[in-house]
DNA sequence: CGCCCCGTTGATCCTGTTCAACGGTCGTGG
DNA sequence: CCACGACCGTTGAACAGGATCAACGGGGCG
């Protein structure tokens, strides 16, 4: 319950607040999470627990009994299938709920799994609808969380239908940046903790297509490969990247 | 609740309540949803609204206030990049709930539009939460119809990231039967009141693909065509199919 | 009747998968 | 210290699953 002050990675660039405001447009979703991780902690009774790349925050069929917030770290979301198939279904970030899928059923749908070190806040959730009546607004995050979750998965069935290879390698550059700048980190450089098969899974694509696709938009200009590791990935122009996206693979500009 | 000699081709499956208990695997989902429709008519001021195919319950950009739920009918939840691209993200049947996606933003993010007649519950949302007030159970039917509704995305996502054209044709029909079977519908044979073309932007194919593996499934014995009309598809075995959707294009036993 | 929309099927093309080989990095142990 | 092996990422070559292009039949409707 306490020990509240460790848990800050001052090396993990996802675990500590921005030092310098990035000079993107920057709207105020930062503040909106802190306000939001502040008022659940005042009113919840929560359990903090740092993981480490690997740990599992829970597993699909286990009983569902708590939620949990993203404090510090990031998480994906695999879906499983009776067969065998795997599904990177989601990747959360600072400020995300995880569990939801386990609300309606009683189980857990889905496993949770820690990408990096980070740390989790843990609640009952039989405790956070008390607290609701308590504190209305909590009950508004609650439902915005949920309302969020919905829309972010929409967009990925949008992304994973309409877009070619190379586009859904930017999109998901693009998204990760963006998270990254919303809560007002830098988002000009960007170091994925995830392989590519990951990557490839998230994106319903293989490792090799990944590959050559990162390649290609580094041809592009539309990203660089950081000197040492190819998982620092620079992103020079984001609306560039975004570009990229929409206006399919000929931005017009500088192509050939 | 009786009336049991009809029922046998109401020429509206969806909008009718059943008339005889099918001999599937049934669990108690009908009467769930009968109870959740009593419990929100009894508590929640709410405007019926009989709907036709094609019209619109609410469209991506309008202002969100309400939430709405499927009587009766059935409908089809769009979502639309800035680009042009649109990416039927969703099936909606009786007890799904509409409009989530609004909540975080305060706009809907999403078109959804009835695919047929139907009748549309609407209320404000504002007044579901103070109803919620005096009726906690309330709460937990809108939580449950949002965990379900991320659930079942998250399923699409499965499915479109790891199955074959075929598979996923297969898949879709097999969702389509089992919502109808929970329902307390008959599921043998469905009559799918989608084109081509919306299947198969629900899938992430052509209109092409959608109609030749509609044919090798048929060509498989895994479905068979009504006389007329190519909409009308009759279902075997459930359980072959969704046996395919599993097991890959060899069942085995009636395969070569 | 003519038109349009829908669904089917065939032929061809292309995107992304599959199969394969190779280089780099890291950790382990001789 | 370096050899070794495991793992990761990249790249090439061949393949295949769907997309694309095209033609055709059927049904509804003005």
Redesign the interface.
């Known amino acids: 319950m306490l020990t509240a002050t460790e848990a800050r990675h001052p090396t993990r660039p996802m675990a500590t607040p921005p030092a310098a405001l990035p000079h993107f447009e920057v709207p105020n979703e930062a503040q909106r999470i802190a306000a939001m991780l502040e008022l659940v902690a005042a009113t919840v009774p929560l359990q903090r627990r740092v993981v480490h790349a690997g740990d599992t925050i829970y597993q699909a069929g286990e009983d569902f009994g708590r939620l949990h917030i993203v404090n510090a770290g990031f998480f994906k979301?695999v879906?499983?299938?009776?067969?065998g198939?795997?599904?990177v279904?989601?990747l959360q970030f600072r400020g995300d709920w995880l569990g939801?899928?386990?609300?309606?059923?009683g189980r857990y749908?889905?496993d949770a799994i820690a990408m990096d070190t980070g740390e989790i806040w843990s609640f009952s959730y039989e405790a956070l609808?008390r607290a609701c009546l308590a504190q209305?607004r909590l009950?508004g995050l609650l439902?915005?969380?949920?309302?969020?979750?919905?829309?972010r998965?929409?967009?990925?069935?949008?992304s994973?239908?309409?877009?070619s290879a190379d586009a859904r390698v930017a999109d998901f550059l693009h998204y990760w940046a963006e998270s990254l700048a919303r809560r007002g980190l830098r988002a000009d450089q960007i170091s994925l903790r995830m392989s590519r098969a990951e990557i490839g899974?998230y994106l319903?694509m293989t490792i090799e297509s990944v590959s050559r696709a990162l390649s290609r938009l580094s041809a592009k200009r539309l990203i660089r490969f950081a000197e040492k590791g190819r998982r620092d990935i620079e992103i020079p122009e984001l609306s560039a990247l975004a570009a990229f996206v929409?206006?399919g693979p000929a931005p017009a500009s500088l192509l050939q």
Chains 1, 2 share one sequence.
């Not at 998965?153 to 949008?158: A, F, G, H, Y």
């Not at 994973?160 to 877009?163: D, G, K, Y």
């Open positions: 979301i879906n499983s299938a009776s067969d198939r795997e599904q279904v989601g939801f899928d386990g609300i309606a059923t749908g889905c609808l209305p009950l439902h915005e969380a949920m309302s969020r979750e919905i829309s998965e929409r967009d990925s069935l949008l994973l239908c309409t877009l899974n319903g929409h206006g």
